[in-house]
């Protein structure tokens, strides 16, 4: 069997039919397209979708649905919201921050995608829904009060929402990224789920790399807080090979004010924390090297380095590579379990 562009398998029976076509070929054929999505007419979303879709990565669609469901909800776009909630989506599926579309309603004072949502939340897990927490522990209440949203306020109090964790809103919030893009979901999932060739191959195909999503987070800040050293090294080294525009893309912060690097020392990853200091201090050499050529200058300065990771100020930034500490020293120096918020942790179930 030959599926074009996709994949061939062979099955071997001696049975044949009396087209001469083997019995139990035939019979596996069946089996696999009802598991398998080979038809390019194939299309569902939602709870439709029960096939694998073969030529894409485990969870591929539903992260891509689940971006945009984000997206729809951080826009206020109550047409999208509607066409996935009718196509039997779960409209509470979470991110890599463990982010809801409620998270991103009640935080941008959209009233209306608020109200939708609230009211279609089942109501066997209704209160889950409403008050999910995410990754710093906050939840849509505490997001519609910090920003002072009052009228998104007073319609999830009277829901049942309560206010959860809110430390996390200390920090002056300016995110200082290129945000918004729907096409960087690809990117921090596959940086959020360690999928280093997938990232690779993203790049290839010209995807922004560093650009970050409605709330400002970028790969690099999704790889720091799961504790993915090697893909915290490539994007450093990513980011050194167009030096004439080159951008420190670890003073990125997110909606919260932080950077990959605070994400990094919050969740207890070494080496990472690491890589992204020794990264700071090339950059100080490197604004000292490229006074008056045009290029863009870094503020940014650290007041702690690693002994491990000192190097002189005096490195050129093609130095970058050997500089960094070699990735195998993750699993020695992470002594803290890496804290997972990736898609297959979330396991797209209709339960939250």
């Keep these: 069997m030959v599926i074009p562009n996709v994949?061939?398998?062979?099955?071997?029976?001696?049975?044949?039919?009396?087209?001469?076509?083997s019995v139990r070929g035939v019979q596996a054929a069946k089996e696999l397209v009802k598991k398998l999505q080979f038809h390019n007419f194939e299309v569902f979303s939602g709870l439709n979708r029960e096939k694998i879709d073969p030529s894409k990565k485990e969870?591929?669609?539903?992260?891509?649905?689940?971006?945009n469901l984000l997206h729809a909800a951080s826009f206020d776009d109550a047409k999208a919201l509607a066409q996935m909630e009718h196509s039997g989506m779960n409209?509470?599926?979470?991110?890599?921050?463990?982010?809801?579309?409620?998270?991103?309603?009640?935080?941008?004072?959209?009233?209306?995608?608020?109200?939708?949502l609230l009211d279609n939340a089942p109501a066997n897990i209704r209160e889950k829904c409403i008050n999910k927490r995410d990754r710093w522990g906050?939840?849509?209440?505490?997001?519609?009060?910090?920003?002072?949203?009052?009228?998104?306020v007073t319609i999830l109090k009277e829901a049942g929402a309560i206010t959860g964790n809110q430390s996390h809103y200390n920090r002056e919030q300016s995110m200082n990224v290129s945000v918004s893009q729907k096409d960087v979901g690809m990117v921090l999932f596959a940086a959020a789920e360690n999928e280093l060739f997938e990232l690779i191959r993203?790049?290839?195909?010209?995807?922004?790399?560093?650009?970050?999503?409605?709330?400002?987070?970028?790969?690099?800040h999704l790889a720091a807080s799961n504790g993915h050293s090697k893909i915290v090294k490539y994007l450093l080294v990513q980011a050194t090979k167009h030096s004439e525009t080159f951008t420190p893309i670890w003073m990125a912060t997110d909606r919260y004010g932080n950077t990959p690097g605070?994400?990094?020392?919050?969740?207890?990853?070494?080496?990472?924390?690491e890589l992204l200091e020794t990264a700071?201090?090339?950059?100080?050499?490197?604004?000292?090297?490229?006074?008056?050529?045009?290029?863009?200058?870094?503020?940014?300065?650290?007041?702690?380095?690693?002994?491990?990771?000192m190097i002189k100020k005096n490195h050129s930034l093609n130095d970058l590579t050997g500089a960094l500490p070699t990735?195998?020293?993750?699993?020695?120096?992470?002594?803290?379990?890496?804290?997972?918020?990736?898609?297959?942790q979330l396991s797209f179930s209709n339960k939250i």
């Design 7 to 21: 994949c061939g398998i062979a099955v071997w029976s001696p049975r044949l039919d009396a087209v001469g076509n």
């Design 59 to 67: 969870f591929w669609s539903k992260q891509v649905e689940v971006n």
């Design 91 to 116: 409209m509470y599926l979470a991110d890599y921050d463990n982010r809801t579309a409620l998270h991103l309603a009640a935080c941008e004072g959209h009233i209306n995608a608020v109200r939708f």
């Design 138 to 152: 906050g939840t849509p209440l505490g997001e519609a009060i910090h920003y002072g949203h009052s009228e998104v």
């Design 202 to 220: 993203l790049n290839a195909c010209g995807l922004n790399i560093t650009a970050g999503d409605y709330d400002g987070r970028t790969p690099l």
């Design 262 to 273: 605070d994400d990094a020392i919050r969740e207890g990853h070494t080496v990472c924390q």
């Design 280 to 309: 700071n201090v090339l950059n100080d050499g490197f604004d000292n090297m490229s006074a008056g050529s045009g290029r863009r200058h870094s503020n940014f300065s650290i007041g702690k380095t690693s002994p491990r990771t």
């Design 327 to 344: 990735v195998e020293e993750e699993n020695v120096a992470d002594s803290k379990p890496h804290t997972n918020y990736g898609m297959k």
